[in-house]
């Protein structure tokens, strides 16, 4: 059975870094597409970035050089470090299997910029 | 603004039948694939269409998909009360190599 645990949200002043991470059951991370996901208080989902089976990243513009994508092979867990966080970064952050097509989502981590 | 474009509802009485639009151009849904998510209020999204037409696993026939040119649509027959959610088309833009959704469209079953 696919799983996926989101953990590493909170609450960071602006301009701080924290990093998500998304753990993964059922199917090995490496070989497969991963993305990520955001969704602001009360607003739509955000495609935040994806990860592709042979390690190349692609940004959405407006977290381009503050994040970045990356997964570790030995724990299966996929990863988003934040730098330089914003208000506007305020959001539930999910990790999904897959490019086009999300097949499987994590239940999301809120991350909250604030001071 | 988002690259896809949804009506922000749409409404119909339990038993009715709705579609659900999503318009974009010819460097998205033109040439790639669209998906459909339901988000029910405090949950994450769940996958109903994929590939443009094909269900998830699950997802009961009631739902359906389709794609012409550049735009896509959801369809839903014999509403039920538990269809009450918010709705996003989602796909891949090859122009500007990311990914984009459209801004939503919430439905109520009145």
């Known amino acids: 059975e696919v799983q996926l645990v989101e953990s590493g949200g909170g609450l960071v002043q602006p301009g701080g870094s924290l990093r998500l991470s998304c753990a993964a059951s059922g199917f090995t991370v490496s070989s497969n597409y991963m993305t990520w996901v955001r969704q602001a208080p009360g607003k739509g989902l955000e495609w935040v970035s994806v990860?592709?089976?042979?390690?190349?990243?692609y940004y959405a513009d407006f977290v381009k050089g503050r994040f970045t994508i990356s997964r570790h092979n030995s724990d299966n867990t996929l990863y988003l470090q934040m730098n330089s966080l914003r208000p506007e970064d305020t959001a539930v952050y999910y990790c999904a299997k897959g490019v086009i097509n999300l097949l499987y989502w994590g239940q999301g981590a809120l991350v909250t910029v604030s001071s | 603004q988002s690259v896809l474009t949804q009506p922000p509802s749409v409404s119909a009485a339990p038993g009715q039948n709705v579609t659900i639009s999503c318009s974009g151009s010819s460097s998205n849904i033109g040439n790639n694939f669209v998906s459909w998510y339901q988000q029910l209020p405090g949950t994450a999204p769940k996958v109903l269409i994929y590939d443009s037409n094909k269900r998830a696993s699950g997802i009961p026939d009631r739902f359906s998909g389709s794609k012409s040119d550049t735009s896509a649509t959801l369809g839903i027959t014999g509403l039920q009360t538990g269809d009450e959610a918010d709705y996003y088309c989602g796909t891949w833009d090859s122009s500007l190599s990311v990914g984009v959704f459209g801004g939503g469209t919430k439905l109520t079953v009145l």
């Open positions: 990860i592709y089976s042979g390690g190349l990243t």
